[in-house]
Structures are given as C-alpha cells and as structure tokens.
C-alpha cells in the first residue's frame, strides 16, 4: 500500500441545484447534491477526490468552497451544455418527511464518470445514490479493490435496477441506507431480519439511518450500535443529512485506516456529528469553514449525550 494513497476517498455522485422548501423557510438556488454533500462532511477528516458532473449554471463560488474545503475537482466534469441536476422538494410540518416535486436530470442524463488516474490507486471508495450500473463502472475503473467500498441507494434503483443493485451490493463493504430502503430491498417488515438478510447480500458493515431518531449500525465484526441524532432545537434543512452522514463515517475510517467494530462505531459517531451541522442551515452553509475545534467539540457532545 502506497502511502500517498492510504486516507484518499473517492466519491461519485449526484452535484445538484436545489430548491427546497421547509415549512418556515424557502432557498430557490440551494447547492447540493450527494457527492456534494458527501465531500463537504469528510474533507475535514480526510482528503476528498470528487467524481460528478455540473453544467453552465452551476455557482463558481460553491466550486471556491469545494476548493477551499480542500476537496480534490480533477474528476468534476464541467458541461458547458447544459444544466446543472435539478431537484425541488418540500418539507412536511415534521421535517421527517419530504415530497419531491421535481427532478430534471440535465447533464446527468449522459454522464458517464471518467476517474483520473490520480483517483484510481485510491484506497478508499464511497459510491453515492447514482444509477448502480454506474456505480459499477466506477468501481471497475479503480485499479485494485480498494481496502472500503462504501454505497448509498434509494427506491427507485430497488424499484427499477433491482439485478445491478445486487450486482453492486455483492462488491461492497459498507451500505449507508434509511430504514424504509432497508425493508423494501428485502422485502421485510422486521429491522433486524432485514438487516440480516442484506449482510448476506454482500456489505458486512450496515448502517440504517433514521433520520431525527438516529442511526443503527451493523458492524463488520458483528456489533450492533445505536447513535441517536443530535437533539436540536432549530432544524432547518434535512436535505443532504444522509450524505453527510456518510461522509463523516467514511471520512473517519479513512483517516484512521481501522476498519473494526469500535472504529465503525466512533464513525457513526462522526456520520453523526456532521450531519447534525448539516441540518442547522440550507445547503451545506453551516458545514463550511468548520474548525478541528468546533467538529471535536461536537463529537464530545455525542459522547457526553450516551453516557451513562
Ligand atoms: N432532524 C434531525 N435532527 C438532528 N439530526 C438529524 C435530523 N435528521 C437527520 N439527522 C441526522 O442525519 C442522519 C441521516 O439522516 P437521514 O434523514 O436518516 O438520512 P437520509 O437523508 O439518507 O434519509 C441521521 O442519522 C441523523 O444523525
Ligand atoms: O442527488 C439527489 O438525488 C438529490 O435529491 C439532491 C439532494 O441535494 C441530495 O442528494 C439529497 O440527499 P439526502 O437528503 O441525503 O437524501
């Protein structure tokens, strides 16, 4: 194993204009996306590599924070042809639950991830909500199996790409899902039994995230550990939760290189911590410029909160 690439952790996913709508409050050009969100939450713990693609209209200055996050573009495609991946959604009163109202693919529709060599010796792999059979192609453009392969997906690759999702969660280690995505892939009503049934799919690690009621992890040494979410007073956009989420997860096994049961639970641990930033502002405003002193002082929070 090469030094250089020891903590590097490629990501591919959606790069995204948002407008969402809460029951309070309303952003009409909210940037956002998986892999954005993704990148913004590990590139604290650990250096990102960015696989996507952005049209003409996408913000330079959301490429500025990218940038200044230290987050690796060279695998960002910038089509001057279209337009950036659009979707809109609104909140319900809970913040739990949300509606999309419109999606416009855009230059995603053609995208085809191209991983620079500098990306492919990467030991370290997280593969967001994108179709899986491009999931696949980026997994087979790595030069060697990376040492973690994360995946994120959602009802509708269950719903419509059910074989090449199997396909796919045969090669991975680590699967970020919700509870709801959990129970439809195996067709269960039970948590448990269908998180048993996924660890034989392929992934041996599982993390189910459950929104403002935390997030379940099935450790690749068989622990089982429950995070709760942060207790906020002011949540004021969920949008992006999960990604970052997985961010910090991912981002802390980088950076560490333990893949074990007790660093699998300090990662929820950080999955957790930088998706309770995440929720407390639009986009991810409130996980830019955060300080070593400001995450670890959040994390100490998350511990001081399960102690007993
Ligand atoms: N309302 C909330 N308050 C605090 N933390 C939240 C809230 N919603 C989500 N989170 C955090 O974000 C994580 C992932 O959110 P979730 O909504 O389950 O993911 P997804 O966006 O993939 O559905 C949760 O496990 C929790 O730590
Ligand atoms: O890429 C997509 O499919 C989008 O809808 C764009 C969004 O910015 C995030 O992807 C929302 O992600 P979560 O709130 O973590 O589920």
Known sequence: MSDQNSNKLVV?????VDWVITPTAEREESVGGAAVFFAMAASPLTPVQLVGVVGHDFPAAALGDLERAGVDLDGLERNSDGLTF???????????QRDTLETHLNVFENFSPRLPPSYRESE???????QPSLQLDVLDQMAKRPRLVGLDTMNLWIDIAHDKLLEVLARVDVLAINEEEALQLTSETNLVRAANKIRELG?????IKR???????????NALFAAPAMPLEDVVDPTGAGDSFAGGFMGHLARTGEITDDYVRQAVI???TMASYCVQGFSYDQLRGLSREDIEGRYQSFVELTRF
């Open 270 to 272: 950080w999955g957790s």
């Open 211 to 221: 929104g403002e009621y935390g997030a379940l992890c099935f450790g690749p040494d």
């Open 124 to 130: 370290f792999l997280f593969l967001a909500n994108i």
């Open 203 to 207: 992934p041996k690690t599982l993390v």
């Open 12 to 16: 591919v996913g959606s790069v995204a």
């Open 86 to 96: 659009r979707w809109k959604g609104r909140y319900h009163e809970n913040m739990n």
